[in-house]
Structures are given as C-alpha cells and as structure tokens.
C-alpha cells in the first residue's frame, strides 16, 4: 500500500523489511542498482562498470531523463581541455570564487573545490568516451549561443558586480549537434547522454526501460538489499503504452506553450498520457537485488504538481521543465527508510529575456513600478529574484527604439528559432503599448509616477550621469524616451512568455560519498542519491549546465564509494 502520510503525495509504498535475504525470491541481482537513468544514472554506472562492478539500471520510461531533453549543455571549468583550446585561462580557484557567489553554503568548501578541482578531469573522462564537445566560443552575454557555438557564458560571470570578484571565464560546454538540429536548442542532451550510455551498454550495463520503482527493501538493520519494481510482461500491452505517449509527445512538440491554443493541445496530450497510465496496471512485480549499493537519480519533482504545491506554491504557475518523469519518486524512496530531505522550498524560474539583447537593455519593474535588478544578469537569476521578492510579478519597459532593434536583433538566423518566436509574439501580441508612460501605466496596472519617475532616473543610468545601484553599465542600458512605449509582462502567469521551472531541493547526502543521510545526519547503509533526488551544487542557484555536472560529478562519487 501507499504510505498513510498524505505528504508524500505519491505512489511510492513504505519500505519492506526482511527478517532473512531469502524471504523474497529475487527476479535479478547486480552490484548496483539504478534507479533513474538520466545523466547522473548514466555516469554511475558507467564508473561503477570501469571499476567491474555489475550494473541494472531502471527507468521509468525510455531512459535520458531531462539530461536528453535538455539543450546538451554541461557546466565546466577550471581549465578543461575545450577551454585551452579556445584560448580561455580558468582555474579551480577562479571557478570556485565564481561558484561560491551562486551556491552559498548549500554544499560545503570542501566539496565545491573538489567539485571545481574535477571538473576539468570530468571533461576528459566525458571525451574519452566519444562525447564530442567543440571550442568554438561566443564571448557575449547570452541565454542560448547560436547553433555554430559550443561554449559561451552560461552564467553571470559577466555581469560586472559577479566579474569584479572572479575573472570571467566561459564554461557552458554545448555537445556537439549539426547546425541545422542546434536551432531548437531542446532535446539536444542526447549529445552528452548518449555516448556515455553507449558505453555503458557496451561494458555489460543492463537496462530495464518503462519499469517503475515502487518499494525500497530493507533488512532488520535498515540495510538497503534492493527494490521492488513495476515492469510490463506482455509486448502488446507494453506496445499500447508506448504508442500513446508517443502520441502525446508529438503533440506536446508541435503546440509549445507559447503558440496560441496551445492549451488545448496539451490538455489533449494529457489525457493521452492519463489514458496510457492505466495501462500500466497489467504490469508485473518484480524484485532486483543490490549486492553493493542502490543509487536513487529520477529527477526532480517539477511534475507533481502536488509535492510543488506542497512544498513550493509559489512556483505553482511556472511552466514545468524536464519530464514527467519528474514525479518526486526518488526522493520519496530515499524517504521510505528514513531518508532526510532538505530545500524542498527552492525552484529555479528560468525567465531568460537575451537574446534579444535590446530586451536585456530596456527596464524591469515589478508591480510598483520600481527596478529590483539588473537586467543583464542571467536568467534564473532574474527569476528567482522575480518569485521570491516580487509576488513572480515583472514588466520590461521598452520604447520603440529598443523594439526596433529587438526585433532587428531575432530577424534571420541571428537568433534560435524559439528565440525569435518569443520575441516577435511578445512584441505584437503580448506588449501593452502607448504613447505616453502614463497610459501605458494605466494599461498595466502601474502608479503613472512611479514608473515615470523610474524611466527618468533609468535615463540618467543610460547616460552616465549616475551609477546605476544594482550595476547596470551604461552601455549595457537603453534610453526609454521615444514613443511608443512597450511593457512586456514577465510575470510566471505570463501567456505569450512561458516560465519554465525545475525543482533543486531533495536527500541530503554525505558529501563525499553520496549516501543519503537520516535525520540523525548518518548514511543509511546501501542507499546512495545524485542528481536533482540528492542536495549538491545545483540545489540553491542554477546556471546552465550545472544541473547536469552536478549529476556527472555525484554519479560518478557514488560509483567509486559503492566499489569500495
């Protein structure tokens, strides 16, 4: 049965305990068990393999997670070999000044710097095998790189008040996709995930696809022996399932959220995915037993809306990013025998508005018509900022210069295809327009003083005539003063601007193995989590790609403590 306290609010069951390892007849055994096989699955088990130890790995659905529908980006610095070869100087200690202004306290020194000092290894580990990473750079600041670019500036390392502290250093390393392909910039992670899973597979890795855990298995200890899966019998039925997800999926990648009537077609594609569900009851029980170790790496929680009203209500309205394998299951597992959790709260809102660059120019303000921040600052940045102290409530002031140069700066193949699509929809159909700031501020909602006093002082920034507070240089900002004037709504409610968001907060872990702590701050013996189910560098400030180094890093950190 499911377990009675309503917070789990999923269909994880409460633990089985044995009294003797034979209670149960075992469908298979392996040295380790993974259950997730995104990009910190893969990574562990392709470590534990090299380290001849026995691999099962379980997922959910097909495998890749949101690692391969990601845009293929994974964070690294400190000196890799792409960064040499671009010519670009970086250290582990640079990277750990930079590092340390987006994480805070949510890992300790230690493991940061050990997370900084691997990281140029991790990429040489990644190389070797066949994951093809290129040192074509983009040396501008800029959400998503043109599809020729495969490393840029995935952060704030250029915003001056971030530079002025560690020596900006490009370390967005994209994998590498054919042009024409890159222009999506989503589900492209197949470039990171695939080669390390081909490997994989070659060293004996076996897989179990469409197979869900339900139930950790214990012994009288609290020892984990295994787990208690869900998995399809019969290829008819199995057959079915995939047909109508596949159904829903193409639907959910023809109609994004920003094309008007979108809605319908994702309702459609959730009722396809409900109907598919209940195919899922003619699967069988089957038991895998773990000799070394289980490793928990399903992903976050994003798409139980359920756990985020929970524990997260204020990002309710986000537009979830990753998969809907993102169900919290994993955490929950970690759960079922005592696992600790922690930062359940943070979310990352991803309101990226550069490209186009004259967006970033212009100015935000929040309900009260006044500025809360850069504008240059990378795009979490802005939305966390934006939900946490602003009611997830924001406009971008333009006037018609700015927009004509927005729009000049999308036209073509300057920018990627949603990127242009954003802005053209949000300039003619999202923005309200006037001739004056006072009716403009009428139109949204916004004291006309306020904002009219706000464009006056934003000016003065444009022109030199003062310092900006938050560190806007004044190139970096555009003279508001030709009608007429746009405001563009990027609150998370926005219709024509979609807000995507993903959970950062799950088990807490020992950090230098990856075992998930009780609430008594001790490993639980057996049990081990990585990725966006464990607390690790990613879980208080995301960046591009760092989700997916955290995965790399604490994959690989739970394979070599399980070989012990």
């Given at each position: 049965?499911?377990?009675?306290?309503?917070?789990?609010?999923?269909?994880?069951?409460?633990?089985?305990?044995?009294?003797?390892?034979?209670d149960i007849d075992w469908d298979d055994v392996a040295d380790v068990v993974v259950i997730g096989l995104g990009g910190a699955g893969v990574a562990c088990a392709l470590q534990a393999l090299e380290f001849d130890q026995?691999?099962?790995?379980?997922?959910?659905?097909?495998?890749?997670?949101?690692?391969?529908?990601?845009?293929?980006?994974?964070?690294?610095?400190?000196?890799?070999?792409?960064?040499?070869?671009?010519?670009?100087?970086?250290?582990?200690?640079?990277?750990?000044?930079?590092?340390?202004?987006?994480?805070?306290?949510?890992?300790?020194?230690?493991?940061?710097?050990?997370?900084?000092?691997?990281?140029?290894?991790?990429?040489?580990?990644?190389?070797?095998?066949?994951?093809?990473?290129?040192?074509?750079?983009?040396?501008?600041?800029?959400?998503?790189?043109?599809?020729?670019?495969?490393?840029?500036?995935?952060?704030?390392?250029?915003?001056?008040?971030?530079?002025?502290?560690?020596?900006?250093?490009?370390?967005?390393?994209?994998?590498?996709?054919?042009?024409?392909?890159?222009?999506?910039?989503?589900?492209?992670?197949?470039?990171?995930?695939?080669?390390?899973?081909?490997?994989?597979?070659?060293?004996?890795?076996?897989?179990?696809?469409?197979?869900?855990?339900?139930?950790?298995?214990?012994?009288?200890?609290?020892?984990?022996?295994?787990?208690?899966?869900?998995?399809?019998?019969?290829?008819?039925?199995?057959?079915?399932?995939?047909?109508?997800?596949?159904?829903?999926?193409?639907?959910?990648?023809?109609?994004?959220?920003?094309?008007?009537?979108?809605?319908?077609?994702?309702?459609?594609?959730?009722?396809?995915?409900?109907?598919?569900?209940?195919?899922?009851?003619?699967?069988?029980?089957?038991?895998?037993?773990?000799?070394?170790?289980?490793?928990?790496?399903?992903?976050?929680?994003?798409?139980?809306?359920?756990?985020?009203?929970?524990?997260?209500?204020?990002?309710?309205?986000?537009?979830?990013?990753?998969?809907?394998?993102?169900?919290?299951?994993?955490?929950?597992?970690?759960?079922?025998?005592?696992?600790?959790?922690?930062?359940?709260?943070?979310?990352?809102?991803?309101?990226?508005?550069?490209?186009?660059?004259?967006?970033?120019?212009?100015?935000?303000?929040?309900?009260?018509?006044?500025?809360?921040?850069?504008?240059?600052?990378?795009?979490?940045?802005?939305?966390?900022?934006?939900?946490?102290?602003?009611?997830?409530?924001?406009?971008?002031?333009?006037?018609?210069?700015?927009?004509?140069?927005?729009?000049?700066?999308?036209?073509?193949?300057?920018?990627?295809?949603?990127?242009?699509?954003?802005?053209?929809?949000?300039?003619?159909?999202?923005?309200?327009?006037?001739?004056?700031?006072?009716?403009?501020?009428?139109?949204?909602?916004?004291?006309?003083?306020?904002?009219?006093?706000?464009?006056?002082?934003?000016?003065?920034?444009?022109?030199?005539?003062?310092?900006?507070?938050?560190?806007?240089?004044p190139d970096d900002a555009g003279l508001i003063e030709t009608a007429p004037f746009y405001a563009i709504n990027i609150g998370l409610s926005a219709s024509l601007f979609p807000c995507p968001s993903l959970t950062l907060?799950?088990?807490?872990?020992?950090?230098?193995?990856?075992?998930?702590?009780?609430?008594?701050?001790?490993?639980?013996?057996?049990?081990?989590?990585?990725?966006?189910?464990?607390?690790?560098?990613?879980?208080?400030?995301?960046?591009?790609?760092?989700?997916?180094?955290?995965?790399?890093?604490s994959g690989r950190r739970a394979a070599r403590a399980m070989a012990k």
């Amino acid at each position: 049965m499911t377990h009675p306290d309503p917070n789990w609010l999923s269909d994880i069951e409460a633990s089985q305990s044995l009294a003797a390892l034979g209670d149960i007849d075992w469908d298979d055994v392996a040295d380790v068990v993974v259950i997730g096989l995104g990009g910190a699955g893969v990574a562990c088990a392709l470590q534990a393999l090299e380290f001849d130890q026995s691999v099962i790995a379980i997922d959910r659905f097909e495998g890749g997670g949101a690692t391969k529908a990601s845009g293929g980006v994974i964070y690294a610095g400190g000196g890799t070999a792409i960064q040499k070869e671009a010519g670009i100087e970086d250290t582990p200690e640079n990277m750990f000044n930079y590092l340390k202004m987006e994480i805070g306290d949510i890992v300790s020194e230690a493991c940061l710097r050990d997370f900084c000092e691997q990281s140029a290894p991790t990429i040489d580990w990644m190389r070797s095998h066949d994951v093809d990473l290129r040192a074509t750079y983009w040396p501008k600041k800029t959400s998503y790189p043109a599809p020729e670019y495969f490393l840029y500036h995935s952060d704030n390392s250029l915003v001056p008040s971030y530079a002025a502290r560690a020596k900006p250093a490009a370390r967005g390393h994209r994998g590498y996709v054919p042009i024409e392909q890159g222009r999506k910039a989503t589900n492209l992670g197949g470039s990171l995930f695939d080669p390390l899973l081909s490997s994989a597979l070659a060293k004996g890795l076996k897989v179990r696809d469409y197979t869900e855990a339900r139930q950790l298995i214990t012994d009288a200890k609290g020892h984990v022996l295994g787990v208690k899966v869900m998995q399809f019998s019969h290829e008819e039925s199995k057959a079915e399932y995939l047909k109508l997800r596949a159904k829903a999926q193409k639907l959910l990648n023809l109609f994004p959220p920003i094309m008007p009537g979108s809605k319908f077609f994702m309702r459609k594609a959730l009722r396809m995915l409900e109907q598919a569900k209940t195919i899922e009851a003619e699967r069988e029980t089957r038991f895998i037993r773990a000799e070394k170790g289980v490793l928990l790496s399903a992903g976050g929680f994003i798409f139980n809306r359920k756990m985020i009203d929970e524990y997260a209500p204020k990002y309710a309205r986000g537009y979830p990013l990753g998969t809907d394998g993102d169900n919290g299951a994993g955490i929950r597992l970690g759960q079922s025998v005592g696992g600790a959790i922690g930062n359940m709260d943070r979310v990352t809102a991803w309101r990226f508005i550069n490209p186009p660059l004259s967006f970033a120019k212009g100015m935000i303000v929040n309900t009260a018509g006044k500025r809360f921040i850069n504008e240059m600052v990378y795009g979490a940045t802005l939305g966390v900022d934006m939900v946490e102290n602003h009611d997830g409530e924001a406009y971008v002031i333009l006037d018609k210069r700015l927009v004509k140069d927005a729009l000049s700066e999308v036209s073509g193949k300057k920018a990627l295809a949603f990127q242009k699509a954003l802005a053209k929809l949000n300039v003619y159909f999202g923005a309200k327009k006037s001739k004056s700031l006072e009716g403009l501020a009428e139109k949204i909602g916004i004291n006309s003083d306020a904002l009219k006093s706000q464009v006056s002082e934003y000016n003065q920034i444009a022109t030199g005539a003062v310092d900006d507070p938050f560190g806007k240089l004044p190139d970096d900002a555009g003279l508001i003063e030709t009608a007429p004037f746009y405001a563009i709504n990027i609150g998370l409610s926005a219709s024509l601007f979609p807000c995507p968001s993903l959970t950062l907060g799950g088990l807490k872990v020992d950090e230098t193995s990856g075992a998930v702590l009780n609430d008594a701050g001790k490993p639980i013996s057996g049990l081990y989590a990585a990725g966006r189910n464990a607390i690790g560098v990613a879980s208080w400030n995301y960046v591009s790609g760092l989700s997916i180094a955290d995965g790399v890093y604490s994959g690989r950190r739970a394979a070599r403590a399980m070989a012990k």
